[in-house]
């Protein structure tokens, strides 16, 4: 029996990225192009572990293999935006419908409900992939909209669909009765 494992991604993972994210069956689905390499997924993962960086990446590892990532990306620099993050997921072939994309959803709800105070989850999916748009529906995103002709793929312009979620019991200072007043501290 397999174990899986979630951790943070590092840029040593970048190879295994590069494969499954080459696969035929793997990349139409995501906003990727064909021919991933290698150096740029060793730059991308460079970025997003940098001091500071506000990205949230994982990976799921199954017999010391990278079989899926998904992570959580501020969506820019905007001050009025900054509670929320944009959700991106890929799973290797033979990882899919076997509860790993399920593992890293559940890492990263509870990531941004708990600890990356993030109001707001949003991404966007094919219209046409019904397992994952079931998949986001599970941990409580909505579709929001339709983005007709949103991008081409294998020569045919394809719908997506907008969906987010919103944090289901945001955190609050319990200011009633639990803090001392000024006066009390004298």
Avoid at 116 to 143: I, K, M, Q, S
Avoid at 158 to 167: E, F, I, N, P
């Amino acid at each position: 029996m397999t174990t899986l494992t979630l951790r943070r991604s590092r840029p040593a993972d970048a190879a295994a990225v590069a494969q499954f994210t080459a696969d035929e069956s793997v990349y139409p689905n995501l906003l990727q192009l064909p021919y991933p390499s290698e150096e740029r997924w060793r730059k991308v993962l460079e970025d997003h572990d940098a001091p500071g960086s506000a990205h949230m990446v994982l990976v799921a590892v199954e017999d010391e293999q990278v079989v899926g990532m998904a992570g959580l990306h501020p969506v820019g620099l905007a001050m009025r935006r900054r509670h929320v993050m944009y959700l991106g997921i890929s799973l290797a072939r033979h990882a899919q419908g076997r509860g790993v994309g399920k593992a890293l959803m559940q890492a990263l709800v509870d990531y941004a409900d708990n600890w990356g105070h993030v109001l707001r989850l949003e991404l966007t999916v094919f219209a046409d992939n019904p397992r994952a748009v079931a998949l986001y529906r599970r941990f409580g995103f909505e579709t929001e909209g339709v983005l007709r002709a949103y991008a081409l793929r294998n020569g045919a312009y394809v719908d997506a669909l907008s969906m987010a979620r919103l944090h289901p019991n945001p955190p609050c200072w319990p200011r009633a009765n639990s803090a001392p007043s000024a006066h009390e501290l004298g």
